[in-house]
Nanobody, 120 residues
Framework: QVRLVESGGGLVQPGGSLRLSCAVS????????MGWYRQAPGNEREKVAI???????DHVDSVKGRFTISRDTEKKIVYLQMNNLKPEDTAVYYC??????????????WGQGTQVTVSS
């Protein structure tokens, strides 16, 4: 059974930091490309960051310099370090396992999501 379990969300003030974790089981983790996505109320789900099986990363412009995706292959965990958080970062954050193609990260393995709220 494939499981992706996110944790680390919560309420934080603007300028604060959070680190999200996504624990993965049921797949050969080292073979998968991984991604973090987010969905704010009324918006479509959007990509935040991708890390390939070889460790190459890509972050969307709105989070560059503030967020960092990483992975621990031994622990089978993907992280999203989020610094200098802004109210517009408020969303449910999801991790995804798949294969990176020209069409994006293709796959059907998603976590259940973790809420991040940035507010004073």
């Amino acid at each position: 059974q494939v499981r992706l379990v996110e944790s680390g969300g919560g309420l934080v003030q603007p300028g604060g930091s959070l680190r999200l974790s996504c624990a993965v089981s049921g797949i050969v983790f080292k073979l998968y490309d991984m991604g973090w996505y987010r969905q704010a109320p009324g918006n479509e789900r959007e990509k935040v960051a991708i890390i390939t099986s070889r460790g190459r990363t890509d972050h969307v412009d709105s989070v560059k310099g503030r967020f960092t995706i990483s992975r621990d292959t031994e622990k089978k965990i993907v992280y999203l370090q989020m610094n200098n958080l802004k109210p517009e970062d408020t969303a449910v954050y999801y991790c995804k396992a798949g294969t990176l193609t020209s069409a994006g990260l293709v796959g059907n393995y998603w976590g259940q999501g973790t809420q991040v709220t940035v507010s004073s």
